[in-house]
């Protein structure tokens, strides 16, 4: 899955796509040309500390994006909102999944997921983006805490298991031992859920503290090091800023296994 960020705040590429939807079909284009199977489209920035933003300036950021996308053949799409409204305005576009940072716990989307009935991620956050990463950060067991909250959502959606993916939220109200844990644990999250694992790490700031490496476009070794451990325990779909450099790290990854390379 390739990162496409609308913002101009994001992380660790706010501002890249600033020159409108032809850059975004550009990135798009290379992205899929690399190996991307599906592109997540975003508008909000959800990192530590990030400002809210409006149900209107998100709809401004997304839609023209999504349109040029569409209009230039590129998909399949994912959207990473956890609005109702701009769900539903970018189903009826065409997008093939909702990325839900808030796990459908916003009123009206599981309705509107239910109606559409496209693939859904649902991702484990600890309080607000604002704020979560701030005073005590506490878990007793962090894959049992977050496998069953999550299995609650799962269940509170009531799609089939082959339309959702769970996603622990690396980095979401975790400290760096909890986003190691949950990365060992991918393989019991999927067996407590019964869904398929939707991995995202790359370039988060846990790799900064650990690797002591600042600048978030200098992480792509930490990234892929926690995308192959990820994809060792089970993941099944890898969310990613590098995608060739990834695609070509596993390949290489499983041919040294002896698996066919094929799989990425």
Known sequence: MG??????????????LAGGPAAVVACARS????GASILDLGAVSTRPG???????????????ALDALQAAGLGPLSIDTY????AEAALQRGAAMINDVKAAT?????EVLRHYRPQVCLMHMKGVPQTMQEGSIHYDDVVEEVGHWLRGRVEDLAL????????PGIGFGKLDEHNLALTRGIRRLAQ?????????????????????????????PGSLALAGAATEGGAAVLRVHDVAETIQY???????????????
């Open 106 to 110: 916003v009123p009206g989307m599981i």
């Open 160 to 167: 089939e298991r082959e339309h959702v993916f769970v996603d």
């Open 31 to 34: 992205m899929l040309e690399g």
């Open 192 to 220: 407590i859920t019964g869904c398929r694992v939707l991995y995202g790490a790359s370039r988060k700031s846990l790799i900064g503290r650990i690797a002591g490496v600042e600048r978030p476009k200098e992480r792509l």
């Open 83 to 86: 609005r109702p409204e701009v």
């Open 250 to 264: 596993l390949r290489l990854r499983q041919a040294l296994a002896g698996s066919t390379a094929e799989e990425f």
């Open 3 to 16: 990162i496409l960020n609308l913002t101009p705040d994001s992380f660790s590429d706010g501002g890249d």
């Open 50 to 64: 990030a400002a809210s933003v409006s149900l209107q300036e998100e709809m401004d950021r997304l839609m023209p």
